[in-house]
């Protein structure tokens, strides 16, 4: 998986701002290496008491005397001396470029300088200070550039990520579970802000102030600071092998996170549960047990990244020994030589030496720099791996490619040939079996049908097939005729309202709740789906009526309260079929009585489907037929009374259940 062109696709609409903290690294890095390079006028006024009027002066008369020498070397050659000839003028080349710069120093920049050695001293000091200041200046631009980047970046990530979950199926969603979705949401993605805030800030300075310092000791003279970057290949390959062990390290911490949330949100999600039967001591084991299992991933991390630092700080003393060891043998012995290897075109003076060892040291920062960023990169790809493929799931229901018009469902509903069965879980386990077997079977528009089962039967599965939470495996559903896999998913949906036995509000208004059903419906419609709910009653009774809060998954209203919302919210939807899935099991006799007449107002003019263990009495009138599934198999369909004497499954229900009910 290419994680930085990912990253990249969304950072690129802020590239400006982007470019804009580059170059500002830029000038850092320039002022960095320059403010070293005062190392080498400080020596020279200060420990050698030299003037540096006197030092230019004596350099450029060096190099005219080297070049008049060249000269008359070249003059002695003999016309077929071609390589000879060729080298002389590689160095009178080479020393006209030093006297060039030389006598622009003298005519450009000394007329500024005194010829005071202190107040020299006083001047170079205060060049040093205005440059660190402009240099922080810079540095407070290029972190609030790269800050306002990396949120930006971060938010149309977190933004693509919400929408690619929002378009899961039904089944893809389950499998991939909502602690999962959180966990990616959420630490993922702060690791990944982690990481282009290291990257935008650090991981382009520090490298640019390495490199300007390399450029400048490479200038200074080369070859010594050839021997200190030969140590970066073995530095790398070093960096390739830790990093390879960090990013698996990382990975299981962040399967680690992921079961820290998932007990959490189990814990929580059933308080009730854990209250009324004192689990208290199983949910702290659990959570204890995710915990130091985080803690043991988050240790294998910590003793990668310890090793790091220290070894990233010993291989940088080593090149800079390889430099510093003939760097001081050149100056101690007024030679340009060692060991009959050339390492300077001339003897190296003391101020040369502590520039180059000024510039060298000044690598250094930004490779412990860098070295210590190490583990949170690691750890944010890690992360990015993660985000990036929760963003690549693709749903498992297909959109057609040329949908067909969908218009009001109005003649039948049916089920040819239909099988179907859940797909295996992420952990390879194998394909399940079926859940619903050889289903035919067809509905009139305006029936009332009672899909009624234990459980296990598929008699929920079998209507979640009607809103596409999936697909059957075999066979197809058709709506007028219709395949509904050739219908675009919102068409199909919109004309079909669900009411769920676990009735789920959002923590927002009364109002917005039963909007939800009908983002365009007017107040007047919302008001009258109340109505038609038997909701406005107690809605009117609230202090701030609509406008009131309903709280987390509607926990500041009665079960029946929300009960009633949720129907409100189906019929502003105004659907052509109508699902009930479990809606009576868990509700009071007045709430089935309610929701009675609601039905019996609303059913008119749409297909309603109630899916029910048992059908219960208060419904007979209003069914016109009865399908009873056992096993994911129709066993029968017809009227309760022709089942009664037909179906053995159907009164075993009958019997066994709704005494139950009844008395309860």
Request: glycine share 6%; with cysteine.
């Amino acid at each position: 998986m290419h994680i930085f062109p990912r990253i990249m696709q969304h950072l690129w609409p802020f590239r400006r701002q982007f470019f804009l903290s580059v170059t500002c690294a830029v000038i850092i890095s320039f002022l960095w290496a320059m403010n070293l390079s005062v190392a080498f006028p400080v020596v020279k006024v200060l420990f050698e008491n030299d003037s540096l009027h006197g030092y230019v002066q004596k350099q450029i008369k060096t190099y005219e005397d080297e070049i008049a020498h060249e000269k008359l070397a070249e003059s002695r050659l003999k016309p077929d001396q071609l390589e000879a000839r060729a080298r002389v003028q590689k160095r009178i080349s080479l020393a006209s470029s030093n006297l060039m710069f030389a006598s622009w120093v003298s005519n450009s920049i000394l007329p500024w300088v005194p010829r005071d050695k202190f107040d020299a001293i006083v001047l170079i000091l205060g060049v040093l200070l205005v440059a660190t200041f402009i240099k922080g200046v810079f540095i407070y631009f290029e972190e609030i550039l790269v800050g306002s980047v990396v949120q930006l970046t971060v938010n149309s990530i977190r933004q693509a990520c919400f929408r690619a979950a929002l378009k899961l199926d039904f089944q893809s969603a389950n499998r991939i579970g909502t602690s999962t979705m959180m966990s990616r949401m959420t630490n993922d993605i702060e690791q990944m802000t982690a990481t282009i805030k290291i990257f935008g800030v650090t991981m382009i300075r520090e490298p640019l102030k390495a490199v300007a310092c390399t450029i400048f000791a490479f200038m200074l003279n080369w070859r010594l600071a050839l021997l200190t970057v030969a140590i970066v290949p073995v530095l790398g390959f070093l960096f390739h092998r830790l990093g390879k062990l960090l990013r698996d390290a990382s990975h299981k911490t962040m399967q680690s996170m992921t079961l820290i949330y998932n007990c959490i949100a189990e814990t929580f999600g059933a308080s009730k549960i854990v209250i009324a039967f004192s689990g208290y001591r199983r949910h702290r084991k659990q959570f204890l047990k995710a915990n130091r299992a985080y803690y043991e991933d988050c240790m294998k991390i910590v003793r990668i990244g310890a090793l790091i630092r220290p070894v990233t700080e010993v291989m940088a003393v080593v090149a800079l020994f390889a430099a510093m060891f003939p760097g001081a043998y050149l100056v101690l012995r007024n030679t340009n030589e060692m060991w009959g290897i050339r390492l300077a075109n001339q003897p190296m003076e003391i101020a040369e030496l502590s520039m180059l060892y000024a510039l060298l040291l000044g690598t250094l920062d930004p490779m412990r720099k860098l070295s210590g960023t190490f583990t949170f990169i690691k750890r944010g790809i890690a992360a990015s791996e993660r985000v990036f493929e929760m963003m690549d799931e693709k749903s498992i229901l297909p959109e057609p490619k040329n949908p067909h018009m969908m218009v009001r469902h109005q003649t039948s509903i049916t089920m040819k040939d239909v099988s179907f069965r859940y797909e295996g879980g992420e952990d390879g386990e194998a394909q399940r079996p079926l859940s619903l077997k050889n289903i035919n079977l067809e509905f009139r528009f305006g029936e009332v049908i009672a899909v009624v089962g234990g459980n296990g039967s598929g008699k929920s599965t079998l209507v979640s097939l009607l809103p596409r939470f999936m697909d059957p495996a075999e066979g197809a559903v058709l709506i007028d005729g219709v395949d509904i896999r050739e219908f675009r998913t919102y068409d199909l949906r919109r004309q079909i309202g669900l009411v769920t036995q676990e009735t789920l509000l959002f923590n927002d208004t009364i109002y917005e709740n039963i909007r939800y059903g009908n983002p365009e419906a007017t107040p007047e419609q919302v008001e009258d789906a109340a109505r038609q709910a038997h909701a406005l009653s107690f809605i009117s009774q609230l202090p701030d009526g609509f406008n009131t809060f309903v709280g987390e998954r509607g926990g500041r209203l009665s079960g029946g309260q929300r009960q009633r919302i949720a129907l409100a919210r189906a019929i502003v939807r105004d659907p052509s079929v109508l699902i009930l899935d479990e809606a009576t099991s868990a509700v009071d006799t007045a709430s089935e009585e309610i929701i009675h007449r609601v039905l019996k107002q609303f059913a008119s003019g749409r297909t309603v489907f109630i899916i029910s263990h048992v059908l219960n009495r208060t419904f007979l009138d209003l069914v016109t037929r009865i399908v009873v599934m056992d096993q994911g198999r129709v066993v029968a369909t017809g009227t309760h009374d022709e089942l009664m004497q037909n179906c053995p499954a159907y009164r075993a229900l009958q019997m066994t259940q709704l005494p139950m009910r009844d008395a309860a």
